[in-house]
């Protein structure tokens, strides 16, 4: 990680600490709409491993074409308490709110979740459950797969949404390809037979 990033990352998390006093649930953590939907493990072509530092990603992009079904295998080697989560940017500042209310509530607590607590009423019958097809919340050393279909082009992100960490830099673009990456290299230098020559 580099200076400038740890920097930031230092300075995010002392200001998320004053920052615990807001926040509010918005209801459920089901933020998938418009950027894809829960992934066939037959239908996957490939697997990204993704590793999750404090506070950064590696890789901190990825490529997938339209239709794509990804299996990312997250693995959480940092010493703190991280997401991931596939989402538009409007949808990780809601979903920021709800993990906000995890951080007050005692269920994320530095370096590790209180697995009890995620079972909590949250009224109008939300938990802090965390089980959301597009995300996983992981402690320090665990790892586990998300299994996941990117619909059409759109403002996709991967982003760890524990107070703080966005903003330290937390976050990676998701870029979409044409959809024939490696045929359409090939085809843009090919020139049609000319059979009247």
């Given at each position: ?54 506070n ?8 997938v074409?339209?239709?794509e ?75 586990q797969?998300v ?51």
């Open positions: 990680m580099t200076s400038s990033k740890f920097v930031v990352a230092a300075l995010a998390m002392s200001i998320s600490a004053t920052a615990l006093g807001a926040g509010a649930h918005g209801g459920g953590h089901g933020h998938g709409a418009n950027n894809g939907e829960p992934g066939k493990a037959s239908d996957v072509s490939r697997s990204i491993t993704v590793e999750m530092y404090d950064y990603y590696e890789p901190e992009e990825i490529e074409t339209p239709g079904t990804v299996r990312f295998v997250v693995e959480n080697k940092g010493k703190l308490v991280h997401e991931f989560n596939i989402g538009t940017p409007a949808m990780h500042e809601a979903h920021q709110k709800e993990m906000m209310m995890m951080v007050e509530h005692g269920i994320i607590q530095g370096g590790k979740l209180n697995h009890e607590m995620m079972e909590m009423d949250m009224g109008n019958g939300q938990s802090m459950k965390h089980d959301d097809p597009n995300s996983v919340l992981l402690e320090p050393g665990k790892s797969e299994v996941w279909k990117f619909s059409e082009k759109g403002d996709i992100e991967f982003a760890c949404n524990v107070p703080g960490h966005y903003q330290a830099g937390m976050y990676g673009e998701v870029n979409f390809n044409q959809g024939d990456s490696g045929v359409r290299s090939l085809a843009g230098e090919l020139k049609p037979l000319n059979t009247t020559q």
